[in-house]
């Protein structure tokens, strides 16, 4: 009996799992026994599906009701299961949103994220990331002049602050501006993040002009300055003088590669604009089917990137979305985002005339992120090479790990591990280690902590060796290091030093190559050398970020023992009781005194120290 003959032709979600019961793919259909029916054809064009079919053990499936509920439920278990030959795209725990704090009377834009869209007017958004919500806030200040500073900062303001002195802000703090003219410049602000630039800059004009009329030049400037700013920022989006709302989305894919270029237009305009690289399997390629391959693969890219990006958020599907080319099945595709967004959703595929431009204006940032990215690749290859013949190596560098050490004379000890593959650095695995029973400033005892704590999970095999562990010290670093790894057992790995030149200048670094046992100083132009600073760069940044927030924390925590009359029980009641210090200054006496061992008089004085005056 055939893996799929049980099956039945209602939509649905299949799962094909492994001889160990793991999952390798997740797809939908609107015939389930139609569709799985069709990766065993003997001859199938695809070498990805024949891949997948020869390791496929059993078959599991969910029946939905619509095509809508498969698509969700599909998003949804590629994202928990991260199947083998599904494409994957990393998703936010989280979505970035503009808020604007309209219960103040001097309203601020501030950043803010939430799993899902909040209720209200006062947000906009999601935005595709945290970069796109602080270049558009970095925006609206030098435009519109909004203040950025928090509550507490504002109201204990007597004079403005440097924002006001580079015109960035008309410090409404020390009334140098009206509150109706204040809130003005909110409501153009809020304009502008609804794409309405064209109707904004209509209104500054008219403004401008019965300045101009009163003979109020100094005012009538300043109308002119945000004109210029705003146009200078739609010559930037590239696209001006169109009519219309739209997301625009074009990609490239092929076995192991795929770039999505997305582009949103409100109102005539480009308002964002974002590029992304999803994980897509590498499979080899048989030489007579390599276009069905590439357009089923661009079909999957295509199919993972809607619902990475739309299913989760429904607020951000639109009432159009073009394509350059158009998906299998489009129209079913529509009516499902239709359904979630719950108004229509119309798709178009490579429209002409005015629509045509924002086409072209996709694809030429899709073939500039595209190039962007193969020069970077070649110029880690091209640095990894060179770090590979510098060393004597002939086996290809796949992991390096570089430590380093930070503190403040002795304090809030902290050790980094950062990790690059072949690609460059790896985020998710950077490791902080807080240094703990040494002797204060004592830095080769932190560095000898830190390869210990780490090395033991390598030779646990809970964690895999690097290739290459840099140092970022001198000869007492490294010797630490060769001791450590020499008594754990863990061999086959080089170890690189780098030491500070003359001067402590870059580019004159010495490095310590511990398998040689010689030091050598490269050319400051030395790829092998650049991607030695780029690690060690990384290293000391991540190190350096975590040491200045254990420090913050520490001080502020001890700052607690400076209150006449909290001692370390009640300092620890409190910080029980509040989670931290900065929960700590935001509470009044009445949740203040509700601390076991804190009285009415102290819960005053607590507070008094955190808001004097």
Known sequence: MSLYAH????????????????????????????????????????????????????????????????????SSLIKSLHPKYNVLLRDDKTYPYIHVTS???????????????PSGRDFFGPYTSINAVKETLNTIQKVFKIRN?????????????????????????????????????????????????????ADIEMRMEQAVARLAFEEAAVYRDQIKSLRVVQERQGVVQLQGDADVIVLEARPGFACIQWVSVRDGQVIASQHFFPEVPSIVLDEEDGDAEHACIRQQVLEAFIAYFYLDMPARIPALILFDKAPRDYQTLAECLSELRGKKCRVQINPRAGKGRWIDFALNNLHLAIEAQQASKAVIRARYQALMDLLGITTTITRMECFDISHTLGEATIASCVVFDENGPCNAQYRRFNIRDIQAGDDYAAMQQALQRHFKRVQAGEQRPPDILVIDGGKGQVNIAKKVLHELQVDGIEIVGVAKGPERKAGLEQLILATQEREITLPSDSPALHLLQHIRDEAHRFAITAHRKKRQKTRFESSLDLIEGVGPKRRQALLRRFGGIQALTKASVEEIVKVSGISQALAERIYLYFHPG
């Not at 103040?104 to 950043?111: D, I, S, V």
């Not at 204040?182 to 630039?197: E, M, P, R, T």
């Open 7 to 74: 099956l039945t032709d209602e939509p649905g979600i299949y799962r094909m799992l492994d001889q160990d019961g793991t999952v390798l793919y997740v797809g939908k259909a609107s015939h389930l026994k139609k569709r799985v029916s069709s990766y065993f054809n003997r001859h199938h064009p695809s070498a990805k599906t024949r891949s997948l079919v020869k390791q496929i053990a059993t078959i599991e499936v969910t029946i939905t009701r619509t095509e809508a509920e498969a698509l969700l439920l599909e």
């Open 103 to 117: 219960s103040h009377p001097y309203p601020r834009m501030e950043l803010y994220r939430s799993k899902k869209k």
């Open 149 to 201: 500073c928090r509550d507490s900062y504002f109201s204990a303001r007597t004079r403005p602050c440097l924002q006001y002195e580079i015109k960035r802000c008309t410090a409404p703090c020390t009334d140098y501006i009206s509150k109706s003219a204040y809130n003005d410049s909110v409501q153009q602000a809020i304009q502008f993040l609804q794409g309405k630039s064209q109707q904004i800059i």
